[in-house]
């Protein structure tokens, strides 16, 4: 599985707007992806998520700075465009012809995203003090 989930990553790494027509390569086509803002099903809903991201955010880039295997593969990975920069894990299963099957992107919208929206972000930090406030 590590061969399987290193050339994910790699695809992932080179991904531009162009290489988005070569995503059958990597992906089944019933392929599950989830992240904070979308659960779409199938290798088009995959490939509108990320044409949209390359839409609103040109520039983006993703690298991949760890790989573990068991059951499925976890990239670590680090994500910029434009004035965002997000770090988070995808869980990857794959198939037998290693392409995956199920992409979760676990990250944490809150502290990365919404704290950093003109209005939201004070009510998001408030929140948080106010939670961390209780004892585990």
Do not use: C, K
Not at 71 to 94: C, K, N, P, T
């Amino acid at each position: 599985m590590i061969a399987a989930a290193t050339s994910y990553a790699r695809y992932f790494e080179a991904l531009t707007p162009a290489g988005l027509a070569g995503l059958e390569r990597v992906v089944v086509a019933d392929v599950r992806f989830v992240d904070p803002f979308n659960d779409v099903t199938g290798v088009d809903g995959m490939r509108r998520v990320l044409a949209r991201m390359f839409a609103d955010l040109p520039d983006a880039r993703f690298a991949v700075t760890d790989i573990a295997t068991g059951e499925a593969a976890y990239l670590r990975w680090r994500f910029a465009g434009g004035r965002w920069a997000i770090e988070g894990v995808s869980e990857v299963h794959f198939a037998g012809d290693e392409r995956a099957t199920l992409h979760v992107d676990h990250w944490d919208a809150a502290s990365q995203i919404y704290a950093r929206v003109p209005l939201l972000g004070p009510v998001i930090r408030a929140i948080r003090r106010r939670i961390g406030q209780f004892p585990g």
